[in-house]
């Protein structure tokens, strides 16, 4: 999955999604998130770098990391490769 491109990410941790007129404020776990999916990185390659990142074990990353992308394509934010 990806970032739909026309989703406007700001520095400051704003999502605006232009066909819906919604914004969304992320938290700086979700930046990072936002800023590798925009890499095209993988799960795998995500979820390695948050865990080098953060100090969370690996059931939690997992699962907290899931929701997010749950929470993402439940708003239309994402797209399949």
């Known amino acids: 999955m990806r970032l739909k491109k026309n989703i406007a990410v700001s520095e400051s941790g704003f999502i ?4 819906s ?3 969304f404020t992320l938290n700086p776990v979700a930046m990072d998130i936002i800023s590798l999916l925009k890499q095209g990185k993988n799960d ?3 979820q390695k770098s948050l865990s ?6 690996e059931a ?3 699962k907290d ?3 997010f992308l749950f929470l993402l394509n439940s708003n239309q934010l994402l797209e399949n490769e």
């Open 16 to 19: 605006f999604d232009p066909t």
């Open 21 to 23: 007129g919604e914004s």
């Open 44 to 46: 795998k390659e995500i």
């Open 52 to 57: 080098d990142l953060y100090d969370v074990d």
């Open 60 to 62: 939690t990353l997992e």
């Open 65 to 67: 990391y899931f929701q």
